[in-house]
């Protein structure tokens, strides 16, 4: 019998399991897709630890994970454009990607580009698009300034080079381990921590249009400091910031569609966006993913291969 992961009440990463369930069949307008590859996000260990209750609320047994990426295995009723054997990129809202097996909706697939390596399909829906909305909606303009906070993590990764490739200088807050792959990819990096305004002022030459937060508090108090006006300031991490100061909170949600997984994928297959994959790991290893992923320090996603 195939396997996916499951937690039956919130916790920490002990209460993940992966066990063994029914092989799903798809419905109309469903495709079943082997899973080569799935991206883990901060968002599901918070929803997890029962953190984000009130906005997401689990039904146990809970089974987790939104990103993926395989093979076409079987076709639903009223499916076209799609055959047997095709290798997709996706996304499922029903939190059941950590699986050899998983249905999706056939709005919510493309067809994977060739040059799009499978740990960066499987790894590419929630922090793609929720990069591409956080870019959007601080308006970001050829030759401006912008600060991005955790900019080498998951999410911050692809604002970084959303936003050089929309023309802006950027920014990067980050530890100094991850000052190279910043300067790599285009951007300036500063180091966070006490002393960080002036760092950043003088980085951006007291030039400052945009700030973007994928990290999550004291982010949005330091780009008011900064100056930045709040229409452009946007964070995908500080909900009660956002709503204290009036600041923008566009993530995932503002993008979610296969047309933004299409040209990010094409981003990635045109050489002009990577995803930097900072671990792989086995279905069975989804413990030791989530630890690795809750330290909150790694370069870029950490993926699942089932």
């Given amino acids: 019998m195939p396997k996916a992961v499951r937690f039956e009440k919130y916790g920490g990463i002990d209460v993940l399991n992966v066990v063994e369930v029914e092989r799903p069949a798809p419905g109309e307008r469903q495709l079943l897709v082997k899973v080569l590859a799935a991206g883990t996000n901060p968002g599901e260990a918070m929803i997890r630890q029962g953190f984000l209750h009130d906005r997401f609320p689990a039904t146990f047994p809970s089974g987790q994970g939104s990103d993926l990426a395989g093979i076409v295995e079987e076709l639903g009723a009223g499916v076209a454009g799609f055959a047997v054997g095709d290798e997709v990129i996706g996304f499922t809202d029903k939190r059941a990607s950590h ?23 499987g790894a590419l829906f929630v922090a793609g698009t929720t990069a591409y909305a956080a870019v959007r909606a601080v308006d970001l303009k050829r030759g401006e300034t912008v600060v991005v906070s955790g900019a080498a993590g998951g999410v911050g990764s692809l604002v970084v080079q959303l936003a050089k490739h929309a023309g802006a200088t ?18 300036v990096p500063v180091t966070y921590g006490e002393g960080v305004g ?3 002022r003088a980085a951006a030459h007291n030039r400052i249009d945009a ?18 006006p709040r229409e452009r300031i946007n964070t995908i991490a500080d909900f009660p910031g956002a709503a204290k100061h009036g600041v923008k909170a566009e993530g995932n949600a503002a993008a979610a569609s296969a ?48």
């Fill in 99 to 121: 699986a050899e097996y998983v249905l999706v909706e056939k709005d919510q697939l493309i067809h994977r580009p060739a040059a799009v390596p499978w740990e960066q399909a």
């Fill in 170 to 187: 950027v920014i990067g807050l980050a530890s100094g381990a991850h000052h190279a792959w910043l300067a790599r990819h285009g951007a």
């Fill in 198 to 200: 002036d760092r950043v």
């Fill in 211 to 228: 700030f973007i937060d994928t990290f999550g508090a004291p982010y949005v108090e330091l780009a008011l400091e900064l100056g930045v």
């Fill in 259 to 306: 047309d933004v997984l299409r040209e990010l994928a094409a981003l990635i297959a045109g050489g002009n966006l990577e995803i930097p994959v900072a671990g792989v790991y086995r279905l069975d290893e989804v413990r030791e993913a989530f630890r690795e992923l809750e330290r909150r320090h790694t370069n870029g996603k950490i993926v699942l291969r089932p």
